[in-house]
């Protein structure tokens, strides 16, 4: 009986037929009711019974895309299931990326007709496994909460999740606040070199008074940071200048060179220093 296949078209219509209990072709193989995609890491697709099987369409390869399409053409005269829209995992994961999407949707009608075909997606594997435990799943009860709250009142639900959404960012500004103030006066003090809080960076002098540190630890000498302070104060147009190996790309409410987003109060405080 043959078991190694000349292409993966050929591997995969051999594990359709179910007539081999195993079989391989490069990256693809199978055993019994079930077929995998470079490795046992990588469940491909699996019969659940004689006339269903379930298909891992979650890869994001372009090798194993082809792969997810060639068991979808290969295994069409079986009823067919697909795991975005059949696994609770999965489905939870996307009817909360598209609730936080809903929040400030421009057309929320896309995102909630979205929500409700996976909701129906996954009724549908649950109807037609009799699959009791999915239902009993806090992540299934979570997804039809959500689906009710739509359901009943659609842009009061929007509404509300608007609202908690601005609530919660600006519940992190506030604490990212209150950890860049914390974390400013131990990086002043120099007992830290560097931190990332948000996307501001901060200068410093050195110790010894010769370079002028970023929050990044990226170090320029006095000199040249004296000529692009002095640059900035007279006006002059400083996109492009070069200070050590960096490119000045912007000034507009914070100084951006290269990866460097440096607030201006941080600039202006390190540039009295060194302009004396």
């Given amino acids: 009986m ?14 359709a037929q179910r007539e081999t209990p195993q079989g391989r072709s490069g990256n693809v193989f199978f055993y019994g009711d079930k077929i995998y995609s470079y490795g046992y890491h990588y469940l491909l697709a699996e019969f659940i019974d004689d006339k269903t099987i379930v298909i891992n369409d979650s890869g994001y390869s372009n090798t194993t895309s082809k792969h997810i399409g060639y068991v979808r053409w290969g295994t069409r005269q079986y009823k067919q299931f697909f795991t975005t829209k059949c ?36 009724n549908e594997f649950i109807q037609y496994t009799k699959n009791k435990n ?4 806090v992540r299934y009860k979570e997804i039809k909460k959500i689906v009710k709250a739509i359901q009943d009142q659609p842009q009061e639900y929007k509404d509300k999740l608007a609202a908690a959404k601005k609530k919660a960012e600006l519940a992190k500004k506030r604490k990212e606040q209150k950890q860049i103030k914390e974390t400013l006066t131990k990086f002043y003090n120099y007992e830290v070199n560097s931190f990332r809080i948000g996307d501001t960076d901060y200068l410093r002098l050195s110790q010894d008074g010769e370079c002028v540190e970023t929050s990044q630890y990226v170090k320029v000498s006095v ?17 492009g200048h070069r ?5 000045v790309n912007s000034i507009n409410g914070t ?15 390190v540039g009295k220093l060194i302009n004396k």
Avoid: W
């Fill in 2 to 15: 043959k078991t190694v296949f000349s292409n993966a078209q050929d591997c995969v219509h051999a594990f």
């Fill in 87 to 122: 696994d609770i995992t999965l489905v939870h994961r996307q009817v909360l990326s598209l609730k936080d999407k809903l929040a400030t949707a421009r057309k929320p009608e896309n995102y909630i007709n979205s929500i409700l075909f996976l909701f129906d997606s996954l």
């Fill in 134 to 137: 999915i239902p009993k799943d």
């Fill in 223 to 239: 000199d040249e940071a004296r000529t692009l302070y002095k640059a900035i104060c007279n006006g002059v147009d400083i996109r």
């Fill in 243 to 247: 200070i050590s190996n960096y490119t």
């Fill in 255 to 269: 100084l951006k060179i290269g990866c460097h987003n440096i607030n201006m109060e941080s600039v202006h405080k």
